[in-house]
């Protein structure tokens, strides 16, 4: 290799250099024969869903569907598994089978997908939202202790990037102030806390299985409880709930506005296969993930992502924590730098939900601002900048994540990353 191609080699892409990755990563693929066996059969029986509206012994589904719902209460080890038709479809009911009522006030974090807090308005709840911890980007205990008041009736505990929230605090401040407790574990399924799985040891939590998930089924959500009252509230809600009610003799008929969130026979068969390879993806991710920080261990002015004590990470999103007065070089650049070098699925922010035009200009349901401004929200709940001061700041300077389910990741692949990283580390002095 002559002198000049040495150069051109060692340049960034933007300063006229070659690319380190210069085709795009395999996509993940989770789907294979066994799934598209299952599905076909499915299709031949004809059942693609046994559903009823009504009180009937198919009210829970056909037989795809009660089999992926027993094979995941074994697998999460809890007493009912609930299948439905999106994480979102989950979120909503789960709210709804924790007898929320209008007006109550749900703790949540501002760090996480939209559904989180709409699914508490769904049933004209107010979202408040505490700050996150820097370590797991999860719920901070201490703030959310500081944002309950006499109208807080829950805690929705985002599970966000693969690793669980501190369910131990949380869990006690529960038990203080006699509240419940939702885990939004979507991005998290098979991560470890303390030995139980993440979305376990809540009042209700799950699971998404949408098609960038650890597991997919294309669309669909897994919920898990083991209170036998709210597992049947969840089923009633996810089926038309107030056709129901009457004939199956319920007698607490309270948030029994029912919905068609019901998953499918298909969705179903594919996600037994799924589950029975979950393991083998969640290894897949943490053999990355490992590569990936033992390779990047090396670079100033970038944290790595922390798994905490007694927890096991599943790597949905590997999150990292720019130091941009270490660099002197802000992470839209460094950004710009690595794209350009062939890295793909990096992001700069992910979100602060308070600040969303819904919650700035608190207009939800028609136009005159339901239900902040009614009678059941009792008091002025501020979604102003400065009030999650850590969210906020890793959205606006220093947070840059990278999504690792996207691609296969084989160890060469993980090189490649390092290496565009180590190269643009290399040569931070041009960014500036």
Same mark, same amino acid.
Not at 22 to 43: C, D, L, M, N
Not at 55 to 73: A, I
């Given at each position: 290799?002559?002198?000049?191609?040495?150069?051109?080699?060692?340049?960034?892409?933007?300063?006229?250099?070659?690319?380190?990755?210069?085709?795009?990563?395999?996509?993940?693929?989770?789907?294979?024969?066994?799934?598209?066996?299952?599905?076909?059969?499915?299709?031949?029986?004809?059942?693609?869903?046994?559903?009823?509206?009504?009180?009937?012994?198919?009210?829970?589904?056909?037989?795809?569907?009660?089999?992926?719902?027993?094979?995941?209460?074994?697998?999460?080890?809890?007493?009912?598994?609930?299948?439905?038709?999106?994480?979102?479809?989950?979120?909503?009911?789960?709210?709804?089978?924790?007898?929320?009522?209008?007006?109550?006030?749900?703790?949540?974090?501002?760090?996480?997908?939209?559904?989180?807090?709409?699914?508490?308005?769904?049933?004209?709840?107010?979202?408040?939202?505490?700050?996150?911890?820097?370590?797991?980007?999860?719920?901070?205990?201490?703030?959310?202790?500081?944002?309950?008041?006499?109208?807080?009736?829950?805690?929705?505990?985002?599970?966000?990037?693969?690793?669980?929230?501190?369910?131990?605090?949380?869990?006690?401040?529960?038990?203080?102030?006699?509240?419940?407790?939702?885990?939004?574990?979507?991005?998290?399924?098979?991560?470890?806390?303390?030995?139980?799985?993440?979305?376990?040891?809540?009042?209700?939590?799950?699971?998404?299985?949408?098609?960038?998930?650890?597991?997919?089924?294309?669309?669909?959500?897994?919920?898990?409880?083991?209170?036998?009252?709210?597992?049947?509230?969840?089923?009633?809600?996810?089926?038309?709930?107030?056709?129901?009610?009457?004939?199956?003799?319920?007698? =607490? +008929?309270?948030?029994?506005?029912?919905?068609?969130? #019901?998953?499918? $026979?298909?969705?179903? @068969?594919? %996600?037994? &296969?799924? /589950?029975?390879?979950?393991?083998?993806?969640?290894?897949?991710?943490?053999?990355?993930?490992?590569?990936?920080?033992?390779?990047?261990?090396?670079?100033?002015?970038?944290?790595?992502?922390?798994?905490?004590?007694?927890?096991?990470?599943?790597?949905?999103?590997?999150?990292?924590?720019? =130091? +941009?007065?270490?660099?002197?070089?802000?992470?839209? #650049?460094?950004? $710009?730098?690595?794209? @350009?070098? %062939?890295? &793909?699925? /990096?992001?700069?922010?992910?979100?602060?939900?308070?600040?969303?035009?819904?919650?700035?200009?608190?207009?939800?349901?028609?136009?005159?601002?339901?239900?902040?401004?009614?009678?059941?929200?009792?008091?002025?709940?501020?979604?102003?900048?400065?009030?999650?001061?850590?969210?906020?700041?890793?959205?606006?300077?220093?947070?840059?994540?990278?999504?690792?389910?996207?691609?296969?990741?084989?160890?060469?692949?993980?090189?490649? /990353?390092?290496?565009?990283?180590?190269?643009?580390?290399?040569?931070?002095?041009?960014?500036?």
């Amino acid at each position: 290799m002559n002198k000049n191609s040495r150069n051109k080699k060692g340049q960034l892409v933007i300063n006229g250099g070659e690319k380190v990755i210069q085709k795009p990563f395999e996509r993940y693929q989770s789907i294979g024969k066994e799934e598209v066996e299952a599905a076909k059969s499915v299709i031949e029986s004809g059942v693609l869903s046994k559903f009823l509206g009504c009180w009937h012994e198919d009210f829970y589904g056909g037989p795809k569907v009660r089999e992926f719902e027993e094979l995941c209460k074994d697998y999460f080890d809890v007493k009912h598994a609930i299948t439905v038709n999106s994480w979102t479809s989950g979120l909503i009911a789960a709210v709804g089978a924790i007898g929320i009522e209008p007006g109550d006030e749900v703790i949540v974090s501002p760090w996480t997908m939209c559904a989180s807090a709409t699914a508490i308005l769904h049933w004209n709840a107010i979202p408040v939202f505490a700050d996150i911890e820097t370590e797991t980007f999860c719920l901070d205990p201490e703030s959310v202790r500081a944002n309950i008041t006499s109208n807080t009736k829950a805690i929705m505990a985002v599970d966000i990037g693969g690793h669980s929230a501190n369910m131990t605090k949380l869990n006690a401040i529960a038990e203080e102030y006699s509240l419940k407790i939702i885990s939004d574990t979507a991005q998290a399924p098979g991560a470890l806390y303390k030995g139980k799985y993440a979305g376990t040891l809540a009042d209700v939590g799950g699971y998404s299985l949408n098609y960038h998930k650890h597991i997919h089924t294309g669309e669909g959500g897994i919920l898990v409880t083991n209170d036998d009252d709210i597992a049947e509230r969840l089923r009633l809600i996810r089926n038309h709930a107030e056709a129901v009610v009457g004939d199956k003799g319920v007698e =607490d +008929i309270s948030n029994m506005i029912g919905h068609n969130f #019901r998953l499918g $026979e298909i969705e179903c @068969a594919i %996600g037994i &296969e799924q /589950l029975k390879k979950m393991k083998g993806f969640i290894d897949s991710r943490q053999n990355a993930a490992k590569r990936l920080s033992k390779g990047l261990s090396s670079l100033k002015g970038i944290r790595l992502p922390i798994t905490q004590d007694d927890c096991t990470h599943v790597y949905y999103i590997y999150k990292m924590i720019l =130091d +941009i007065k270490t660099l002197g070089v802000s992470k839209e #650049r460094i950004f $710009e730098a690595l794209i @350009a070098e %062939g890295v &793909e699925g /990096l992001s700069t922010k992910y979100t602060n939900l308070h600040l969303l035009p819904m919650y700035q200009n608190k207009i939800a349901y028609g136009k005159k601002g339901f239900p902040w401004n009614s009678d059941i929200c009792k008091r002025e709940v501020d979604y102003s900048k400065g009030i999650c001061p850590v969210a906020e700041e890793l959205n606006d300077y220093s947070y840059l994540g990278f999504l690792m389910c996207l691609h296969k990741l084989d160890n060469e692949e993980v090189d490649l /990353l390092i290496e565009a990283f180590h190269k643009v580390w290399d040569n931070m002095e041009d960014l500036k």
